[in-house]
């Protein structure tokens, strides 16, 4: 069930905080497709809030007040718990070609224990850092573009890739893509809504995927929700589709199901 009731500042912070020590907080898997092979390539980790009176909550609910609050750390350590543990329970049943990718903003991601932190949670379940994605969920203000580019480069230091979430939202600017050294561009739904029905919008998305991989940046289209928009992105070379046409986002006892299907063929 889904509901749009605000959850007022002051209330927020003791209701995450009851939230947390009563296990509240869960995730769910999103597919991601390599569309030319039409095989799932990966999943996106995204957290849910069961809240006891308002019901599940999408993080778009709270995740700005958790990013200024004193449980920004706890939630990043969530994160990254949840996906070393499917990592490692992937890794033990030899699955090794799926990727995961975690949600961070750009005040998460440039901390400067992060580097670190990823490291010793890869190093101790024995993890294949390229098998772990953060997709950065927003970019802090244009004079300090250099400190985020800093940080994007020690994250992939550790061999974790970096993604470059919700592209082209909103104003975001072209010279993010040069400016910002992520591994992966992941193209805003928002864009993709009016394909393959809208010529100018067509070809807009398909310059923009083509700038993305003349930049060496790998793709991927968010918001996939029509057959006509899957067959369309199908037609482009190399990209990655993420959106309910292909599947809503699932269980992790769904995501097990799945995992083993994929690996069974
Ligand atoms: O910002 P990010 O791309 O991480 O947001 C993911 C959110 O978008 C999730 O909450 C997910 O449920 C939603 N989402 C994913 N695919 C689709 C889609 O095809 N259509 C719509 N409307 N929402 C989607
Ligand atoms: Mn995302």
Known sequence: MQSQMPILGSQLASDIERGLT?????????????????????????????????????????????????????????????????????????????????????????????????????????????????????????????????????????GVLVALDDFGAGLTSFTLLHQLPVDIVKIDQSLLRDVPGNPESKRILEALVRMGQRLGKKIVLEGVETAAQFEWARSLPEIECQGYYISRPITDLALDQLVREIHAH
């Open 22 to 158: 009563r296990d509240e907080f869960f995730f769910v898997f999103h597919p991601r497709l390599g569309c030319a092979e039409g095989q799932i390539s990966g999943f996106e980790l995204l957290m849910r809030w069961c809240h006891p009176i308002v019901g599940i909550l999408e993080p778009s609910a709270f995740i700005s007040f958790v990013a200024d609050s004193e449980f920004a750390g706890t939630f990043t350590d969530l994160l990254l718990s949840r996906a070393s543990d499917v990592l490692a329970n992937w890794k033990a049943h030899g699955y090794c070609s799926l990727t995961l990718s975690v949600n961070m903003s750009s005040l998460e991601l440039t901390r400067a224990d992060l580097p670190q932190k990823l490291a010793a949670v890869l190093s101790a379940r024995d993890i294949d850092a390229r098998c772990l994605q953060i997709e950065l969920t927003d970019v802090v203000e244009p004079a300090r573009l250099d400190l985020l580019a800093d940080a994007i480069n020690a994250v992939r230091a550790t």
